[in-house]
């Protein structure tokens, strides 16, 4: 028998001779993945609508007109186009200086957290048999952590048979809050958790008038390293 070349044919896949050719996967290009613009407003070439409500760079209402439009009119004057109300019908757009927004804006916010007032959760444990010198001094360190305007979270632990002393830790915490109300008002009251049982004391508002600055809690444990 004569052999005879095979005709000619596109390539096939090697795992299936008959089937339809196949090609190397396309690879991607390496380097590092874009980031996502973190801007809070869009501005600029980035509103893609159709058409916008303009306030100008002075704060006046020029109506309804297209993007393209109020995008040359603050290219005109050197500042940017900015989104400041994107779910309106259609979406308002301010002429401004992008740069000097974004520096005033977080200089408020530097300033806003100055005027924020920390105020300390500092934890102080104790247990249903502390003997009466170390609640003595315990209990000096709560009141300097109130002068010093912290409040304090009083925890007295139960270990195994010592929860049959709950009754001698409300006594305690009793001890504490009469010796404190000078300076403290009592913001939690003794409350028994599991093993635990816990008081929050915090200083007393002078004049009987709450802070107006807003604040913030950071809980400390055993502030006394003990």
């Known amino acids: 028998m004569a052999f005879q ?3 000619p044919s596109s390539p096939s896949s090697p795992s299936n001779p008959s089937g339809p050719p196949s090609y190397p996967r396309p690879r991607l290009p390496r380097g590092p993945i874009p ?35 109020a995008l040359a009119m603050a290219r005109e004057r050197g500042l940017d186009l900015m989104e400041v109300s994107p779910n309106a019908q259609p979406p308002v757009c301010k002429i ?43 209990f000096r360190n709560i009141r300097k952590f109130i002068e010093d305007g912290d409040k304090a979270k009083i925890t007295i632990m139960f ?21 404190m109300k000078d300076i403290a008002v009592i913001e939690a009251s003794p409350k028994l958790e599991g093993k635990k049982l816990i008081m929050i004391l915090a200083p007393a508002p002078a004049g009987g008038k709450k802070p107006a600055a807003p604040s913030v809690s950071v809980i400390i444990k055993n502030p006394t390293g003990e």
Do not use: W
């Open 35 to 69: 980031q996502h613009n973190k801007d809070e407003h869009r501005i600029n070439e980035r509103i893609r609508v159709p058409q916008v409500r303009l306030i100008d760079e002075k704060g006046n209402q020029v109506g309804v007109v297209p993007t393209h439009e």
């Open 159 to 179: 270990r195994g048979r010592e929860i049959t002393y709950v009754d001698q830790g409300f006594k305690i915490m009793k001890q504490l809050s009469e010796q």
């Open 96 to 138: 401004c200086d992008y740069g000097k927004f974004k520096y005033e804006k977080k200089k408020k916010e530097h300033e806003a957290k100055k005027k924020q007032t920390v105020i300390k959760v500092k934890e102080v444990q104790l247990r249903p048999q502390t003997d009466e010198h170390d609640v003595e001094y315990k």
């Open 5 to 7: 070349p095979s005709s």
